[in-house]
């Protein structure tokens, strides 16, 4: 398995990726053209692939010169409860090896959460109504040596 870094080119891929999550009360997609070319444009996204399968998509975005923030990671659900996430969550840390301080947002009743924690992730906080969907989410972070 391998991340490979999306860049414009790949909006349609990453539209098509962020359209398995329409209607989950459990995940703040993207839905349109627009919103995927401003979040290629923000963030560092990397299109998860699987031999020839592109599985799903990751990415983070740069807080401060030590400290990351994990904004997406989705896995398509054909491909979910296979250890995709975990890869993809392990292949990613490697890239972020030099922040100290490593952040995310899930909401309560997402399985995610429970992969989060297992890499250490601790809750900081919860937000009420956080992307203006309604649902909370969970602040959580993860110290690195």
């Given at each position: 398995?391998?991340?490979?870094?999306?860049?414009t080119k790949d909006?349609?891929?990453?539209l098509e990726i962020e359209k398995t999550t329409i209607?989950?009360?459990l995940y703040s997609g993207y839905f349109n053209e627009k919103e995927v070319e401003e979040y290629v444009k923000k963030s560092i996204v990397f299109l998860i692939k699987n031999n020839k399968?592109?599985?799903?998509?990751?990415?983070y975005d740069v807080i401060g010169s030590d400290h990351a923030?994990?904004?997406d990671l989705v896995i398509k659900q054909e491909f979910q409860k296979q250890g995709f996430g975990r890869k993809a969550m392990e292949l990613?840390?490697?890239k972020l090896r030099d922040h100290k301080k490593l952040s995310l947002c899930v909401h309560p009743d997402n399985?995610?959460?429970k992969l989060y924690e297992s890499f250490g992730f601790k809750v900081e906080s919860r937000k009420e109504n956080y992307f203006?969907?309604?649902e909370p989410r969970l602040i959580m972070t993860k110290q690195q040596d």
């Amino acid at each position: 398995m391998e991340l490979i870094q999306a860049t414009t080119k790949d909006i349609q891929t990453l539209l098509e990726i962020e359209k398995t999550t329409i209607g989950l009360k459990l995940y703040s997609g993207y839905f349109n053209e627009k919103e995927v070319e401003e979040y290629v444009k923000k963030s560092i996204v990397f299109l998860i692939k699987n031999n020839k399968d592109i599985v799903g998509s990751i990415s983070y975005d740069v807080i401060g010169s030590d400290h990351a923030d994990i904004s997406d990671l989705v896995i398509k659900q054909e491909f979910q409860k296979q250890g995709f996430g975990r890869k993809a969550m392990e292949l990613l840390f490697e890239k972020l090896r030099d922040h100290k301080k490593l952040s995310l947002c899930v909401h309560p009743d997402n399985h995610a959460r429970k992969l989060y924690e297992s890499f250490g992730f601790k809750v900081e906080s919860r937000k009420e109504n956080y992307f203006g969907d309604g649902e909370p989410r969970l602040i959580m972070t993860k110290q690195q040596d």
